[in-house]
């Protein structure tokens, strides 16, 4: 299988982003305004779409600290979301942790939202996050 | 004489509750800088922080919305990202309330579609809102949208009152297009 590790640092405008393929672990930190959400979380999202269609590939942990994102990313992130929830109809497992920072209401209804649409993945809600 | 007209001109934006005010060309660059100050600011006046993400995302919002749909862009480069469009933008506090203001021109053909969605935007609530953004996230952007409805959807939930906005004729090809949120 090709290597599709992902290993994005975190600049002032656009997240951390690391993937292991072997653990199946996606850490997603930091704020998101980038200059360009699509060409940032585009071959994000291409790169997990690659490793989510084998069927037979390990269960998926996904872990998202995110201190501020702009409307373009949460489109992005919708994206991803719903990936990752087809992945879990196929059979995979799926679980995905929001966590955010409890003074942040803002932060906690996307995080609602966002949960909405997961029904064969599991979406927890997590108050740990310091800004 | 030039010391009394840059201070006559200084005086009238801090008459109007002006923290800092941009006319030009605007950029990812510049939003980046300005946002940046915009926080250092509010920080400064000891704001509560969560005014501080409510203030910024709105500014970020506003600034963004300028350089995509202000109908005077130039490009640098063939990169969307260097690109620059004209536009004004201020920040200031009224009584105890901060708001973000920006003005850009836009295409006479555009403007009416704009209008329409602001109108509505403004008529909802808060429950409302919620569940407008949630859809449109969920929908396939229009063509050639870099997804402006989500974003005033953002500037709105934001706000602390309805949005203030007003479209003026320049011409016959464009208006000037004016949108004023509180927070």
Same mark, same amino acid.
């Given at each position: 299988?090709?290597?599709?590790?992902?290993?994005?640092?975190?600049?002032?405008?656009?997240?951390?982003?690391?993937?292991?393929?072997?653990?199946?672990?996606?850490?997603?930190?930091?704020?998101?305004?980038?200059?360009?959400?699509?060409?940032?979380?585009?071959?994000?999202?291409?790169?997990?779409?690659?490793?989510?269609?084998?069927?037979?590939?390990?269960?998926?942990?996904?872990?998202?600290?995110?201190?501020?994102?702009?409307?373009?990313?949460?489109?992005?992130?919708?994206?991803?979301?719903?990936?990752?929830?087809?992945?879990?109809?196929?059979?995979?497992?799926?679980?995905?942790?929001?966590?955010?920072?409890?003074?942040?209401?803002?932060?906690?209804?996307?995080?609602?939202?966002?949960?909405?649409?997961?029904?064969?993945?599991?979406?927890?809600?997590?108050?740990?996050?310091?800004? | 004489?030039?010391?009394?007209?840059?201070?006559?001109?200084?005086?009238?934006?801090?008459?109007?509750?002006?923290?800092?005010?941009?006319?030009?060309?605007?950029?990812?660059?510049?939003?980046?800088?300005?946002?940046?100050?915009?926080?250092?600011?509010?920080?400064?006046?000891?704001?509560?922080?969560? $005014? &501080?993400?409510?203030?910024?995302?709105?500014?970020? +919002?506003?600034?963004? @919305?300028? /350089?995509?749909?202000? =109908? %005077?862009? *130039?490009?640098?480069?063939?990169?969307?990202?260097?690109?620059?469009?004209?536009?004004?933008?201020?920040?200031?506090?009224?009584?105890?309330?901060?708001?973000?203001?920006?003005?850009? $021109? &836009?295409?006479?053909?555009?403007?009416?579609?704009? +209008?329409?969605?602001? @109108?509505? /935007?403004?008529?909802? =609530? %808060?429950? *409302?809102?919620?569940?407008?953004?949630?859809?449109?996230?969920?929908?396939?952007?229009?063509?050639?949208?870099?997804?402006?409805?989500?974003?005033?959807?953002?500037?709105?939930?934001?706000?602390?009152?309805?949005?203030?906005?007003?479209?003026?004729?320049?011409?016959?090809?464009?208006?000037?297009?004016?949108?004023?949120?509180?927070?």
């Amino acid at each position: 299988m090709e290597n599709t590790a992902l290993n994005i640092d975190q600049t002032p405008r656009s997240p951390k982003v690391s993937f292991d393929p072997a653990t199946g672990t996606l850490e997603v930190s930091g704020e998101s305004y980038p200059e360009d959400a699509s060409l940032f979380y585009g071959p994000i999202l291409k790169t997990l779409k690659g490793w989510l269609s084998d069927e037979d590939g390990p269960s998926v942990t996904v872990d998202i600290r995110l201190i501020y994102f702009n409307s373009s990313s949460a489109k992005a992130i919708m994206n991803m979301f719903q990936m990752l929830e087809e992945a879990a109809e196929d059979g995979r497992s799926v679980t995905v942790n929001w966590h955010y920072d409890a003074d942040d209401d803002a932060m906690e209804e996307m995080g609602e939202d966002f949960s909405e649409d997961f029904e064969s993945a599991t979406f927890n809600l997590k108050p740990d996050l310091t800004a | 004489m030039l010391a009394q007209d840059i201070l006559t001109f200084r005086n009238e934006l801090q008459k109007r509750n002006t923290l800092f005010a941009y006319s030009g060309y605007l950029s990812e660059a510049l939003l980046f800088s300005l946002g940046g100050t915009v926080k250092q600011q509010l920080e400064i006046k000891n704001t509560e922080s969560k $005014t &501080v993400r409510r203030v910024f995302s709105v500014f970020v +919002e506003q600034v963004q @919305n300028v /350089i995509r749909y202000s =109908d %005077e862009k *130039e490009w640098h480069t063939d990169d969307k990202r260097d690109r620059q469009s004209a536009g004004v933008i201020a920040v200031g506090i009224e009584d105890t309330r901060f708001f973000v203001i920006c003005g850009n $021109t &836009v295409k006479q053909s555009e403007a009416p579609k704009l +209008e329409a969605r602001l @109108n509505e /935007i403004v008529s909802m =609530d %808060e429950p *409302e809102l919620r569940q407008h953004y949630k859809q449109k996230l969920r929908e396939e952007p229009e063509e050639q949208s870099e997804g402006g409805t989500i974003g005033l959807l953002e500037i709105a939930r934001r706000a602390s009152a309805p949005l203030q906005f007003e479209f003026m004729t320049l011409d016959e090809e464009r208006q000037f297009f004016v949108l004023k949120a509180y927070i």
